[in-house]
């Protein structure tokens, strides 16, 4: 699939979690992965719990973990995928699902004595995901965030009470809490952005211009439209944290203080391009 499609992402933490001008600091609790080979083009998001005491450390896990449960099952399934047969993409994702959380209880129980506790502080997180195969895009998530294909955003969630269906709620609960998978033939596809729900506050501060009125936040659209994002690995991160760079300031009495950037949560972004003949 290299040779089909690109794919690149980046990270930033938000402005409430770095509080700048302050002496706190929270980590960025959004992870991300990213994962290519001969039968695959693969882009992962995770957004930790804000509540969780070690969000960030879970998210990172987890996200990891869920890759390789995807990549390792996929071989099974993929011609059953291709032909379509019933609903084995929804077979497919549940498989994946139950493997993510095995190998979470596995890691949860080795821990700590009490699973919820350690699940609670360390794996609560959203999902928003892209596979590609040759025949078929699949686009799977738990929770809040963004998808966007070919253009045509899609907003997941918000949630009552920011309050999205945690997967590792089904450790809890007799209710199953199952990925919500849309699927398109891949040769439709041109181009995909995966997003945290930190997307929000990039989407609401488009035109915005940075106090010395050197750059203006661009449209969402940019990332999947300007090649610097494809060509180079570190562009997208790069570019969120110009957007949400703090600037030192003068309140109206002269008293310093730091101007924050918009981006308040973190903000993760994916963007997968098909490579052009």
Same mark, same amino acid.
């Given at each position: 699939m290299k040779n089909t499609f690109k794919i690149t992402g980046g990270t930033v933490p938000g402005t409430d979690h770095t509080m700048p001008g302050?002496?706190?600091?929270?980590?960025?609790q959004d992870a991300f992965h990213l994962e290519q080979n001969d039968l695959m083009t693969l882009g992962l998001i995770a957004d930790g719990c804000s509540n969780g005491e070690h969000s960030e450390v879970g998210s990172k896990i987890a996200i *990891?973990?869920? #890759?390789q449960s995807i990549s390792r099952l996929l071989p099974r399934y993929l011609e059953r995928l291709n032909e379509q047969k019933g609903d084995i993409e929804y077979d497919f994702f549940e498989r994946v699902r139950e493997d993510?959380?095995? @190998?979470i209880r596995v890691l949860a129980n080795q821990m700590g %004595?009490? &699973?919820?506790?350690?699940?609670? +502080?360390? !794996? &609560?997180?959203?999902?928003v995901g892209a596979l590609i195969t040759k025949e078929q895009t699949y686009f799977f998530s738990l929770g809040d965030g963004?998808?966007?294909? @070919? #253009?045509?955003? +899609? *907003? &997941? #969630?918000?949630?009552?009470n920011n309050m999205p269906p945690y997967l590792s709620y089904s450790f809890f609960?007799?209710?199953?809490?199952? !990925?919500?998978? *849309? !699927?398109?033939?891949? +040769?439709?596809? %041109?181009?995909? &952005?995966?997003?945290?729900?930190?997307?929000e506050y990039l989407i609401?501060?488009? #035109?915005?211009? @940075?106090?010395?009125?050197?750059?203006?936040i661009k449209p969402l659209s940019d990332f999947w439209t300007d090649d610097v994002f494809i060509k180079k690995n570190d562009a997208i991160r790069g570019r969120l944290a110009l957007y949400n760079k703090e600037h030192p300031s003068l309140d109206s009495n002269g008293v310093p203080w730091i101007k924050r950037g918009p981006l308040k949560d973190d903000t993760t972004i994916i963007v997968i391009r098909k490579i052009k003949c």
């Amino acid at each position: 699939m290299k040779n089909t499609f690109k794919i690149t992402g980046g990270t930033v933490p938000g402005t409430d979690h770095t509080m700048p001008g302050e002496p706190s600091w929270k980590n960025n609790q959004d992870a991300f992965h990213l994962e290519q080979n001969d039968l695959m083009t693969l882009g992962l998001i995770a957004d930790g719990c804000s509540n969780g005491e070690h969000s960030e450390v879970g998210s990172k896990i987890a996200i *990891r973990l869920l #890759g390789q449960s995807i990549s390792r099952l996929l071989p099974r399934y993929l011609e059953r995928l291709n032909e379509q047969k019933g609903d084995i993409e929804y077979d497919f994702f549940e498989r994946v699902r139950e493997d993510l959380l095995a @190998n979470i209880r596995v890691l949860a129980n080795q821990m700590g %004595e009490s &699973l919820s506790k350690i699940i609670s +502080e360390y !794996f &609560l997180f959203t999902i928003v995901g892209a596979l590609i195969t040759k025949e078929q895009t699949y686009f799977f998530s738990l929770g809040d965030g963004y998808i966007v294909k @070919n #253009g045509e955003v +899609e *907003r &997941l #969630g918000p949630f009552p009470n920011n309050m999205p269906p945690y997967l590792s709620y089904s450790f809890f609960d007799n209710t199953s809490i199952q !990925f919500k998978v *849309r !699927f398109i033939e891949t +040769e439709k596809i %041109e181009s995909i &952005l995966l997003a945290s729900d930190g997307a929000e506050y990039l989407i609401k501060s488009e #035109g915005l211009k @940075n106090p010395n009125g050197m750059w203006t936040i661009k449209p969402l659209s940019d990332f999947w439209t300007d090649d610097v994002f494809i060509k180079k690995n570190d562009a997208i991160r790069g570019r969120l944290a110009l957007y949400n760079k703090e600037h030192p300031s003068l309140d109206s009495n002269g008293v310093p203080w730091i101007k924050r950037g918009p981006l308040k949560d973190d903000t993760t972004i994916i963007v997968i391009r098909k490579i052009k003949c």
